[in-house]
């Protein structure tokens, strides 16, 4: 049987910090949407309090998170053992976007030192904190970063880079908002 927390503690903190990777899973409000669910690798997560966390998304082929954290909110963050004792742990909360072109956006990337680059940071107001024995999870290697997300990413000149983002995340495979120039942006 699972156990739920009450916050994110020193333990958790460290397991957290030991992943390699996480996943990312949203949903539309509309029955008829797709779920998502996003692998996340890179240093791109961090602790902000024992209840707050954000990650920074670097982008990919498409913007279901974003469009759906912007419809609804709902999101859940989940991490694995690929090494050591067995453990699931699932973040469950309500996130927020701040996407690359909002003012305060360089100041908050700057919690991730290793990311040259991000379309969004998404941040999470955990509400519920809960693992799983992760028994069904198989040891795994870790062997190194891909680098042709960040190759991809940060090419680019940082105007051409933004019109892509634009243009290629403008919504999601079901329709929704995805990314907004900053005179798109409900008032």
């Not at 082929?61 to 053992?81: L, P």
């Not at 909002?102 to 040259?116: A, H, Q, R, T």
Request: net charge neutral.
């Amino acid at each position: 049987m699972g156990k739920t927390y009450s916050q994110i503690d020193d333990d958790l903190a460290a397991f957290i910090g030991r992943q390699k990777m996480f996943f990312v899973a949203t949903a539309p409000l509309s029955s008829a949407g797709h779920v998502n669910v996003s692998p996340k690798g890179y240093n791109c997560f961090r602790l902000i309090s024992p209840m707050r966390v954000a990650y920074a998304d670097l982008g990919g082929s498409g913007i279901e998170t974003v469009a759906h954290v912007r419809e609804n909110g709902r999101i859940t963050i989940m991490f694995c053992a690929y090494e050591g004792p067995a453990m699931i742990l699932r973040l469950y909360g309500k996130a927020q976007v701040m996407q690359f072109d909002e003012p305060g956006f360089d100041k908050e990337l700057s919690l991730f030192p290793d990311i040259e680059r991000a379309r969004n940071i998404i941040f999470v107001d955990v509400e519920r904190i809960a693992d799983s024995c992760g028994w069904g999870v198989p040891f795994f290697e870790f062997k190194g970063e891909r680098d042709q997300l960040k190759r991809a990413v940060n090419h680019r000149p940082q105007d051409e880079w933004a019109e892509r983002r634009y243009t290629s995340n403008a919504e999601s495979i079901d329709g929704l908002p995805g990314l907004r120039r900053a005179r798109e942006t409900p008032s």
